[in-house]
C-alpha cells in the first residue's frame, strides 16, 4: 500500500472518531469570507472549543459513511468546513448562525446533533435555544416559583394576624 493511500485512510479515520466523539457538528459553506473574517469566526469558535476544520469532500464523505451518518454526503458539495463540538450540543450553532447574520458570505448547510441529521431550519432552531447554564437558571426559577408564593402567603397570613392583634 502506497504511503499516499496510508495517509489518506489515517485522515479519514481521524475525521469518522471526530464525527462519532461530537456531541454536535455543523457544516458550512465558507466561500466569500475574507481572512479577517475567518480569522474572527476561527477565534470565536476556539474560544467556545469548537473545533473548525476544512477536509477534502471524498474524505469528509467516507468518514461520514463509517460512521454512520450517510445522509450528510449531499451536503458535502463545494467548499466545506465543519465545526465539530464534544461539549456544548449548541454552541457551534450558536456561533455560526451569529457570524452568519453578519456576514452574508457564511450560509449553513446542514448540522449533526448527537447522531441526528438536522437541516439548515433545525440547526438555526437549535441556535436559538438558550445555553445550557441558561436554561438550568429557568429550570431553578421554575422549582423554587412554587416555594417563593408559599413563603409569600404566610408572611401575609401572619402580616395580617399581626395588624389584627394590634
Known amino acids: 500500500m502506497s504511503k499516499v493511500l496510508e495517509a ?9 472518531d471526530k464525527m462519532k466523539a461530537s456531541a454536535s457538528m455543523v457544516v458550512v459553506d ?18 467556545a472549543g469548537v473545533e473548525f476544520k476544512v477536509y477534502k469532500n471524498s474524505m469528509a464523505r467516507r468518514a461520514a459513511e463509517a460512521s454512520g451518518l ?4 449531499e451536503h458535502l458539495t463545494g467548499p466545506n468546513a465543519i465545526a465539530f463540538s464534544t461539549d456544548d450540543v449548541i454552541a457551534p450553532a450558536k456561533i455560526i448562525n451569529n457570524f452568519a447574520k453578519d456576514n452574508e458570505a457564511l450560509e449553513i ?22 445555553s445550557r447554564e441558561g436554561l438550568l437558571s429557568m429550570l431553578l426559577s421554575v422549582l423554587q416559583a412554587p416555594m417563593r408564593n408559599f413563603a409569600l402567603a404566610t408572611k401575609a397570613v401572619a402580616d395580617q394576624k399581626e395588624e389584627q392583634g394590634a
Open 30 to 47: 465558507y466561500r466569500g469570507l475574507n481572512v479577517a473574517q475567518a480569522t474572527d469566526l476561527r477565534k470565536q469558535l476556539r474560544e
Open 109 to 130: 448547510k446542514a448540522g449533526v446533533f448527537e447522531g441526528t441529521l438536522a437541516s439548515v431550519e433545525e440547526v438555526k432552531a437549535m441556535a436559538t435555544l438558550p
Open 70 to 73: 450517510e445522509g450528510l454526503n
Open 8 to 16: 489518506k485512510k489515517a485522515v479519514v479515520t481521524e475525521i469518522a
